[in-house]
């Protein structure tokens, strides 16, 4: 059943800035991907870190030729976020502990091409991944979530310059869209919430922003975090590759909102299942577009992999301010440059036709 939302109402998306307890653990674990990939693009990596108070603590499974001095890859980023010694935490003085061992061998099997049961690269994890796309803002995204990040990017700016001296890196936003007919109406209500000197300490945390990275509470989320993870983990590239793909069928014009599912079994390249949703205001036969992902677009880990050059040093500003929406050469999976050929090709199927859901019908994909 496709529930909808009728009339207007209302609808609120937070974020959170790069020095929040959260962002700050999923920075150290992206930063100690960066610094692997920078001299072994091919290392396995599965980091998770956790802040408490003044220290840092590092664990996970690591496959790699690089040699990493992960305590300074740690305080660099500390330092980095903006903390200094009057806010109880500090790069400079954090106790930092590592746990890192090896990737399991049986995973690694599993995703290394040639090896195991599959002659392919296999997926690292088994899941399910969503990407999402709207046409109600340029970036292709949410209009609360875009509007809540960039509240906190311009209140970066101003610690960093200096304008306004007081503010820590902690800080917080929350904007309530008031929409009508399926439309963005209005701005309704603004939070922002900022530490600033003598503030109180970290709480403990361990880096789960699953929602602030994605879509703000639109569409579905798979459950698997971003942080952390090689591309060789579908948590992580397949989530690239659903955005990539639901962002080239708006941009085209096939469809005005569409999330896309993709969902693998551990070792297996091939997805289980592709699942194509846009919530009625589709164009063409959500069939017809099924039919175009697999064609057009890289659904295998390997392939999604190479597409997207994902192979690189790019993960730590992916740890803040979202991982989509983003005017950044390096999110390759931002690019609409299958949106001309997909409007194309359904014109040539002569499969274009009226949405099923337009105005006050379209669904409120968030149910």
Known sequence: MVHTKKGRYLFTSESVSEGHPDKVCDQVSDGILDAIYAQDPYGRVAIETLVKDNRVVVAGEVTTKAAINFEQVVRNIVK?????????????????????????????????????????????????????????????????????????????????????????????????????????????TVVVSTQHKDSATHEEIT????????????????????????????????????????????????????EVQLAYAIGVAEPVSILVHCFGTNRVDEDVISQLIRKHFPVKPADIITKLDLRRPIYRKTASYGHFGRNDSDFTWERTDKAVMLAQEAQKLHALHKPEHVGSEVPLDAQ
């Open 207 to 258: 880096g789960r922003k699953i929602i602030v990275d994605t879509y703000g509470g639109h569409g579905s989320h798979g459950g698997g975090a971003f942080s952390g993870k090689d591309p060789t983990k579908v948590d992580r590239s397949a989530a690239y590759a659903a955005r990539y793909i639901a962002k080239n069928i708006v941009a085209s014009g096939l469809a005005d909102k569409c």
């Open 80 to 188: 980095g976020i903006g903390y200094t010694p009057d806010t109880g935490f500090d790069g400079d003085t954090c106790d930092v502990l590592v746990f890192i061992r090896e990737q399991s061998p049986d995973i690694s099997q599993g995703v290394t091409e040639g090896e195991g049961l599959f002659k392919e690269q296999g997926a690292g994890d088994q899941g399910l991944m969503f990407g999402y796309a709207t046409n109600e803002t340029p970036e292709l995204m949410p209009l609360p979530i875009m509007l809540a990040h960039k509240i906190l990017l311009k209140l970066r700016e101003l610690r960093r310059d200096g304008t306004l001296p007081y503010l820590r890196p902690d800080a917080k936003s929350q904007v309530t869209i008031e929409y009508d007919e399926g439309k963005p109406l209005r701005v309704d």
